[in-house]
DNA sequence: ATAAAATCCTACTAATTCGATAGGAATTAT
DNA sequence: ATAATTCCTATCGAATTAGTAGGATTTTAT
């Protein structure tokens, strides 16, 4: 499961890609309010995703965060394995991680390995093609079927 | 990343598959020693797939255990369920573990579910179709693909 | 200049989980 | 009987997680 780090900052991403898209910094406690987060976790969340190269801030009075980035450039595999690490279920599949199995007889031969391999690559591709833009326009086309089918009624 | 139990128990499970396939109950030191597994901690994990149903046993001087079901009907999924919990990486788009994400404003139109929802079903049927038999296959190929490989050279 | 308001940074803490061990009870073949 | 095995409960240390505290730093507005 995503750690509650990773399930914030995803939340915040999103909605600074909705609020900030006039490129004015949004403060940290609007988002802490707006989405439930609790101040000062977020402040850490928000501080590491600007490390990492997503965010950026102002600072003073006025100052805030905003995306460094477009929304499309941002994908949920990479603010997961900023928080939580590989994505592989197993060390001997991650890209970034990798990390031979102790235990393993022949890496080679695995079939455990092998299994855990396809499952990587297909996890990989669908949280890579999962940007704040797709987040977004995915909510918006439920929100649509929504109204459908409430009219409908 | 899976748990040291899960990885564990599957290294446990595919050897009893192997070893076990007459029917006579393996001891658990053999399993320990060949599978390099700390002996006490896999009394336990044994036990527990033993209690979910998926191994037998027999007890004193000839005991040991053995697959209660056939290769075939054991599957990845079914293992990793049992000792880290739920597949899915949110607790709203899990089954048999669903819980309301408290932070979320409307689940039905939630792009960040939906998208988890999607790697979610992907992930299960992976793992579901990946049977002990089916990982057993695997490694099988791939061991003959690598003598090919070596006496090529 | 100064105060106010924001981010930035370090350190700490309580609770939980994980990996593993200890010791003995129960069971069974010889 | 006894030897060898599984079964069961309790415990432990280390790591991780979620969150807090407090103040340093930076910037703007007055």
């Known amino acids: 499961m995503l750690s509650k780090r990773t399930k914030y900052a995803i939340n915040a991403l999103v909605y600074l890609a909705r609020e900030g898209s006039d490129g004015e910094p949004v403060q940290i406690s609007?988002?802490?309010?707006?989405?439930?987060i609790p101040r000062k976790f977020l402040e850490a969340i928000l501080l590491e995703l600007k490390h990492a190269g997503m965010l950026n801030s102002r600072k003073g009075k006025t100052g805030g965060y905003y995306l460094q980035k477009t929304p499309e450039e941002i994908n949920i595999a990479d603010v997961m394995r900023l928080f939580d690490g590989p994505i592989a279920l197993l060390p001997?599949?991650?890209?970034?991680y990798y990390e031979r199995c102790e235990e393993c007889k022949d890496e080679e031969t695995c079939g455990i390995r092998s299994v855990f391999s396809d499952?990587?690559?297909?996890?990989?591709?669908?949280?890579?093609n999962a940007t704040l833009f797709e987040i977004i326009q995915r909510s918006e086309k439920l929100k649509k079927e929504t109204k459908k089918k409430v009219s409908k009624k």
């Open 30 to 36: 609007r988002v802490a309010e707006s989405e439930h």
């Open 92 to 96: 001997c599949v991650a890209y970034k």
């Open 119 to 128: 499952v990587r690559s297909q996890t990989v591709q669908m949280l890579k």
